[in-house]
C-alpha cells in the first residue's frame, strides 16, 4: 500500500474515472453477466501506519448496467438490489495488512439494508502523472445481504473489481 510515490493524505475519488464492474455467472453457471456501476462519492486515507489507513466508498445500486436494458432494470427491482428502497452499496474499512504480494482492507459492504464483513484486495497502488490509481477486488455472496431470489438463474458469488483514480484532498 506504500508506494514510495505515494505520500500519506486523504485522496478523493473521481467517479468520472472510476469504474466499478460486477461479474456474476447466469444461466445455471453457464455464462457471465459483466455489470458496471457508477461511483458516488469515495475517499481513501493513507496513513504512514498502514493500519491506521482508511477507505470509504459509496455506489449507486441504481446504475447497475450491463447493456441489456430488460436485464439491468430487474437487477434494480425488488427482485434483487431493490435500488428504491435501498439506493447506496457503501465500503467502509480501515487499516490495511500485508497479504503475500499484495495488501488487504478489512471492513464491511452495506447492501439491500445488511452490513456484511468484507476485505477488499488492493491490486496494485500507482502514481500516472501525479494521480494514484488503486486497483482492488472484493468478492461477495449475494445472499448474505438478503438477495435470495432468482436462484440458478443469477449465481450466489459477485465478484466485483475496482479501478479508482484519485486526487490529494
Not at 475519488?13 to 455467472?25: F, N, Q
Not at 504512514?48 to 430488460?70: K, M, T
Amino acid at each position: 500500500m506504500n508506494d514510495t510515490r505515494l505520500v500519506p493524505g486523504t485522496y478523493i475519488l473521481d467517479p468520472e474515472r472510476t469504474t466499478i464492474r460486477a461479474d456474476v455467472k447466469a444461466m445455471f453457471g453457464l455464462t457471465t453477466v459483466h455489470g458496471r456501476f457508477r461511483l458516488e462519492a469515495g475517499q481513501v486515507s493513507i496513513a504512514g501506519d498502514p493500519a491506521a489507513s482508511r477507505v470509504h466508498a459509496s455506489i449507486a445500486a441504481g446504475s447497475f448496467a450491463s447493456g441489456l436494458g430488460v436485464r439491468d432494470g430487474h437487477v434494480v427491482s425488488a427482485d434483487l438490489l431493490d435500488a428504491r428502497a435501498y439506493p447506496a452499496i457503501t465500503f467502509a474499512g480501515q487499516g490495511a495488512r500485508r497479504d503475500g504480494d499484495g495488501w488487504v482492507v478489512p471492513g464491511s459492504v452495506t447492501a439491500h439494508g445488511t452490513t456484511v464483513p468484507a476485505e477488499i484486495r488492493l491490486g496494485g497502488v500507482r502514481v500516472e502523472s501525479g494521480e494514484p490509481r488503486f486497483s482492488a477486488t472484493v468478492r461477495l455472496d449475494r445472499t448474505s445481504f438478503g438477495v435470495t431470489k432468482k436462484k440458478g438463474m443469477v449465481g450466489r458469488a459477485v465478484h466485483v473489481i475496482i479501478e479508482a483514480v484519485g486526487q490529494l484532498a
